[in-house]
């Protein structure tokens, strides 16, 4: 946990702990998480984007260098456009405003150490977007030759690629998390793919994140 406000960053940790989470280090400084992250070795850095000594931009490109697969889950006072699209390019796995309640934010930690990427209602879109603007310049021709999904798989897709939970899109779609799941796995099947990240970046690269 990395919070340069004292009573944030133990109130945090307290509700980690209380949830059952190990919570292996906090500290104030970016530069010290960087520090003693390869000790600590976490699996989720809950991280401040603004810090006193340097930005959390940079503490996230010193913890992705020191420890390669650690998820960073960023909680932040800004929802700026600039600010989000910065944090998710230097490599934050997901991006939650601290506005967020305490179930909302627990619901984050455990979804981003699960490798999906969680981010603030709203954000979603924003960065979904970025990526596909990103993603743009693949060859045409390979859409012609891609397996055909029903309107409700391409409905569970979009949504995945919004970064909504299983539960989430069940409730929005008034279906069963059963139902769900089987259209999920209806899907990797027919496009050959392996999981949810996968999954999520082939619905960004073919815009299918667009607003409903």
């Given at each position: 946990?990395?919070?340069?406000?004292?009573?944030?960053?133990?109130?945090?940790?307290?509700?980690?702990?209380?949830?059952?989470?190990?919570?292996?280090?906090?500290?104030?400084?970016?530069?010290?998480?960087?520090?003693?992250a390869p000790a600590a070795s976490p699996d989720v850095v809950?991280?401040?984007?603004?810090?006193?000594?340097?930005?959390?931009?940079?503490?996230?490109?010193?913890?992705?260098?020191?420890?390669?697969?650690?998820?960073?889950?960023?909680?932040?006072?800004?929802?700026?456009?600039?600010?989000?699209?910065?944090?998710?390019?230097?490599?934050?796995?997901?991006?939650?405003?601290?506005?967020?309640?305490?179930?909302?934010?627990?619901?984050?930690?455990?979804?981003?150490?699960?490798?999906?990427?969680?981010?603030?209602?709203?954000?979603?879109?924003?960065?979904?977007?970025?990526?596909?603007?990103?993603?743009?310049?693949?060859?045409?021709?390979?859409?012609?030759?891609?397996?055909?999904?029903?309107?409700?798989?391409?409905?569970?897709?979009?949504?995945?690629?919004?970064?909504?939970?299983?539960?989430?899109?069940?409730?929005?779609?008034?279906?069963?998390?059963?139902?769900?799941?089987?259209?999920?796995?209806?899907?990797?099947?027919?496009?050959?793919?392996?999981?949810?990240?996968?999954?999520?970046?082939?619905?960004?690269?073919?815009?299918?994140?667009?607003?409903?």
């Open positions: 946990m990395v919070d340069d406000h004292p009573m944030w960053r133990q109130g945090v940790a307290r509700d980690l702990a209380e949830a059952g989470y190990d919570v292996v280090a906090t500290t104030g400084e970016g530069a010290q998480a960087v520090r003693i809950v991280l401040d984007l603004q810090l006193p000594d340097i930005s959390g931009v940079e503490v996230i490109r010193g913890l992705l260098a020191a420890l390669p697969g650690v998820r960073v889950l960023m909680l932040s006072a800004s929802g700026e456009e600039q600010s989000v699209l910065d944090a998710v390019k230097a490599g934050a796995t997901g991006y939650l405003v601290k506005s967020a309640g305490p179930e909302e934010f627990l619901e984050a930690v455990r979804r981003t150490a699960a490798g999906d990427a969680v981010f603030t209602p709203g954000l979603a879109g924003l960065v979904l977007g970025e990526y596909r603007r990103l993603a743009k310049g693949g060859d045409p021709a390979e859409d012609d030759a891609t397996p055909q999904l029903t309107d409700r798989e391409t409905e569970v897709l979009r949504l995945v690629a919004k970064g909504l939970s299983y539960k989430q899109i069940a409730a929005r779609l008034t279906l069963s998390h059963r139902t769900v799941q089987n259209h999920v796995q209806n899907t990797l099947g027919k496009l050959q793919l392996h999981n949810r990240v996968e999954l999520t970046r082939y619905a960004i690269e073919r815009g299918l994140d667009s607003p409903d």
